[in-house]
């Protein structure tokens, strides 16, 4: 600790970042961002915009940045870009997804991993894109190579069966749908890969707002892991930690 103090008293480090070593997050007004848990965890952790004020958001986002020089942050508003763009210094790598609603910032100082595996995201239909998107941004950051396989719904089988190859060549699958939920448990029928389902708020009707999604997600007949509704950081998540056991495991061989 005592080193810790000296290097604050020095000039050598930042209170925000003596901050993060002792305690293992960084205590903002907006409220505290928890620095460690990518290396505690194995993910970053991610800013949700929702239900927070730009200025807020801001704050959050530049205590990332100082603490580890990454912040990722899901469903932002043109607002919240605008206010994080203005909050960071102009060196900051800003990559905004307007239709994931995703946003990630980085310092030059940023040292991005970079993993040895694929997660596939698949989606039925276009308007499960955005929360696709959200996912990818997540592996993204954890340093996962994506590929993204779109508008291929079990309304036309053949959209899947002309796309075996690069199904199975993934890692791990990441498939989202709405409507009834098929795709996953079609897909996860026709592959030796983990498969993660998304169900998606599309849809109209009974069970339109992604409720029949998930629940024919888990009563599906093949092996599958299933996320919330809508959930697409959690699936993206969940799809970087098998692609980093992935990663070690062909570093052993």
Aim: glycine share 10%.
């Amino acid at each position: 600790m005592r080193e810790v103090l000296e290097a604050v008293a020095a000039g050598d480090l930042s209170p925000a970042a003596a901050e993060r070593r002792l305690a293992g997050y960084v205590t903002t007004d907006a409220g505290r961002f928890d620095a460690a848990r990518e290396r505690r965890r194995g993910v970053p952790e991610a800013i949700l915009a929702a239900g927070k004020t730009p200025a807020e958001i801001a704050a959050l986002a530049a205590a990332a940045l100082e603490a580890t020089g990454l912040a990722l942050l899901t469903r932002v508003s043109e607002d919240d870009v605008a206010a994080v763009a203005e909050e960071t210094d102009a060196s900051v790598e800003l990559t905004h997804d307007e239709r994931a609603r995703t946003l990630v910032a980085r310092t030059p100082a940023s040292d991005p991993p970079t993993l040895d595996a694929t997660v596939g995201i698949v989606t039925g239909g276009t308007a499960d894109a955005a929360v696709a998107g959200e996912a990818a941004a997540v592996l993204e950051v954890m340093g996962v190579s994506v590929e993204r396989l779109e508008d291929v719904g079990v309304a036309h089988l053949g959209r899947v069966i002309d796309h075996l190859d690069q199904l199975r060549a993934a890692d791990v699958l990441v498939v989202a749908a709405g409507r009834e939920g098929a795709l996953p448990t079609v897909v996860a029928g026709l592959v030796d890969t983990p498969v993660i389902g998304v169900p998606v708020s599309t849809g109209y009707g009974h069970g339109g707002d992604g409720a029949a999604a998930l629940s024919g997600m888990l009563q599906s007949c093949t092996v599958l892991s299933v996320v919330n509704i809508d959930a697409g950081f959690v699936a993206g998540a969940q799809a970087g930690l098998v692609a980093r056991a992935v990663d070690e495991a062909r570093g052993d061989d």
